[in-house]
């Protein structure tokens, strides 16, 4: 970055708003948001750092079952390999680097679409067609460069960074926190993924604070919130959460009637988790569902939103309709926040707005401007 550069005058002013106590915060600098610059350093400095999230580990569960996501511009894939362990490697083919494979679905080999380059499943070179001639040519010496990729309580985290710690001692302060409802036991019912016209951090701002779910949410869930007790404790070094004590409204929120694990408040409390730097899990002693968010430039964020049920209540007989009628629920709650955070980036673009002061509700907003702030260089 050069003296004069923009991202340079965005991280100072976000230091300088993270300087104050909280009882004094106010929302982070607009451009935080709409700089392409700090867009471009967030990628270096953060996803291209930490651990993201490709989904859960049960959406893979078959030898050669693949999935692929891009960090920071570089397309990695993530599979089962023939043992059962998971694998990360590059999306790229060693000969004319194209692409090998898109989406999710399952392969025996990786075959390269332009020349047919065939990789095994833990990377390796299989075969190579015409290349007998060239004598700088050994197919042994060939193979997709490896990703870190790890199973942490039933997600698949990914990273770029050789050196990051490992998520079950950088995360487990979660573990402490919620270990008790056992979220590798949880199953996935559904995974999709879309594109929303705003910058990612308003979207993971959004899912940090429950002050907007009255008006925000008013035509499904927002009756079921009393702010005054709503519950947001100061934020630890790699996550912020806040809980939900949840009434009988929606029997899979609750712990199953057979599970005599779980006792007193732990059979209705809600968890709402924000993993820095951009997982989102809503976690119930029945249900759960998360957003991963990628950003794509200041202005668009590609989200993988998934979800689904703890195990007692997949193995339910009516199982699938009281999760029919969660996951109708979820997804009008998604269409309201669309219309939320795409209409706060549109306003963030504006000559004439301005950050205001933040809510004693909106405590994780100001810890995760902290993260932000404390990953850049």
């Known amino acids: 970055m050069t003296r004069h550069d923009p991202a340079l005058s965005a991280i100072a002013e976000l230091r300088a708003n993270v300087a104050l106590p909280f009882e004094r915060a106010r929302a982070m600098p607009k451009a935080v948001y709409t700089s392409a610059e700090f867009a471009q350093a967030e990628e270096r400095h953060i996803f291209a750092k930490d651990w993201l999230c490709a989904g859960r580990a049960d959406a893979l569960p078959n030898p050669g079952d693949y999935l692929t996501m891009e960090i920071s511009g570089e397309p990695v894939i993530i599979l089962r390999d023939r043992e059962g362990a998971l694998r990360g490697m590059s999306n790229v083919c060693r000969h ?18 332009y020349h047919a380059w065939t990789y095994n499943l833990d990377g390796s070179l299989r075969g190579a067609p015409a290349m007998g001639k060239n004598e700088s040519f050994c197919k042994e010496d060939v193979k997709l460069p490896s990703v870190r990729v790890e199973d942490w309580l039933g997600w698949i985290l990914v990273t770029l960074n050789p050196d990051a710690p490992p998520p079950r001692e950088a995360l487990s302060e979660v573990e402490d926190l919620v270990g008790y409802l056992d979220m590798g036991s949880y199953v996935e019912a559904f995974r999709e993924e879309f594109l929303w016209d705003t910058n990612w951090k308003v979207l993971a701002e959004n899912f940090m604070e429950s002050y907007h779910l009255p008006v925000c949410h008013e035509g499904t869930i927002g009756g079921s919130v009393d702010l005054m007790q709503m519950t947001c404790p100061e934020g630890l070094g790699a996550f912020n959460y806040h809980y939900i004590m949840k009434n009988d409204t929606i029997p899979l929120s609750l ?62 007989p009516q199982a699938d309709a009281h999760f029919g009628t969660l996951k109708a629920l979820l997804d009008d709650v998604n269409v309201e926040d669309k219309g939320c955070v795409e209409r706060v980036y549109r306003g963030l673009c504006a000559g004439l707005s301005s950050p205001g002061a933040l809510s004693h509700l909106e405590r994780p907003n100001y810890d995760f401007a902290r993260y932000i702030s404390s990953r850049m260089p």
């Open 255 to 316: 712990a199953h009637p057979s599970n005599t694990r779980l006792q007193g408040d732990q059979r209705r409390i809600t968890w709402l988790l924000s993993i820095y730097p951009a997982l989102m899990i809503t976690l119930t002693p029945g249900y759960f569902w998360y957003l991963s968010l990628t950003p794509r430039g200041p202005g668009q964020v590609h989200v993988l939103f998934g979800g689904g049920m703890a195990a007692d209540w997949a193995a339910d």
């Open 96 to 113: 004319r680097m194209s692409t090998l494979l898109e989406g999710r679905g399952n392969v025996r080999s990786i075959v390269c679409p």
